[in-house]
């Protein structure tokens, strides 16, 4: 079946512009995820929704970045006045369930996001 | 969760098995060992995860040390395909942040022809 899909693959913005980048869970999954990866680093988490609302997201670097999930399925990370610090690959990822004892997390392909 | 330590590279050959340690030593009683891997231009990819018995699925085997302060992830028959950034991590395995992963910078897994 379908994994999870991000859209777009890459972008390319200048510094200050506003972002939005878009995950697909896999259909039924109710918990996603976002992780933010920068050059040579693991995956730092940043937000954690169960169904439609944010249930965590303590690891949002400040209030420039929010993220959405209005239907409990698609969801949105927007940027607001980008910086060049933001340059880095945005991981989505979805899973049956939040916080169960196991629960397998499905990532998707990553947005690459470059900040001119 | 409890921190984990990992080699920054190792080599394998084609065919042969690649060995990769982890330690994990102020792990507490309820946490588990999570192994993710993650190859170039990809996200990260589930490998197998346990408590404190060996396991072992398609993918690979874990072994676990009885004091539980370190691991290994076994590739039996390592091919190219295996070339990735593995990471070891360790997770509640229930309540609290366990939804969220926390990963180090794990191990580079070189496999040569």
């Known amino acids: 079946g379908a994994g999870v899909s991000q859209t777009p693959s890459n972008k390319v913005t200048e510094k200050g512009k506003y972002v939005e980048l878009r995950c697909d869970p896999i259909?039924?999954?109710?918990?996603l995820y976002w992780y933010r990866q920068s050059l040579g680093q693991g995956p730092e988490f940043l937000i954690y929704?169960?169904?439609?609302?944010?249930?965590?997201d303590s690891g949002l670097p400040n209030d420039r970045f929010f993220a959405v999930r209005p239907e409990g399925s698609v969801s949105t990370l927007k940027i607001q006045r980008t910086e060049r610090g933001d340059s880095a690959v945005y991981l989505c990822?979805?899973?049956?369930?939040?916080?169960?004892?196991?629960?397998?997390?499905?990532f998707g392909p990553g947005t690459r996001l470059t900040v001119l | 969760d409890a921190k984990t330590t990992q080699p920054p590279s190792m080599d394998c050959a084609e065919g042969r098995a690649a060995n990769l340690p982890c330690n994990h030593s102020?792990?507490?009683?309820?946490?588990?060992v999570y192994w993710y891997r993650q190859i170039h231009s990809q996200g990260p990819q589930y490998i197998i995860h346990?408590?404190?018995n060996n396991e072992t699925n398609e993918m690979a085997s874990l072994i676990i040390t009885e004091d539980r302060k370190s691991s290994t992830l076994i590739l039996p028959h390592a091919t190219l395909r295996d070339t990735a950034v593995y990471y070891c991590?360790?997770?509640?395995?229930?309540?609290?942040?366990?939804?969220?992963?926390?990963f180090g910078k794990g191990t580079l897994l070189t496999v040569n022809p």
């Open positions: 990822a979805s899973s049956l369930r939040g916080t169960f004892s196991y629960n397998e997390q499905f």
């Open positions: 259909s039924g999954h109710t918990a």
């Open positions: 929704f169960q169904g439609t609302g944010a249930a965590d």
């Open positions: 102020t792990i507490s009683g309820n946490e588990y």
């Open positions: 346990g408590l404190k």
């Open positions: 991590i360790v997770r509640q395995g229930k309540g609290g942040s366990n939804y969220k992963l926390t």
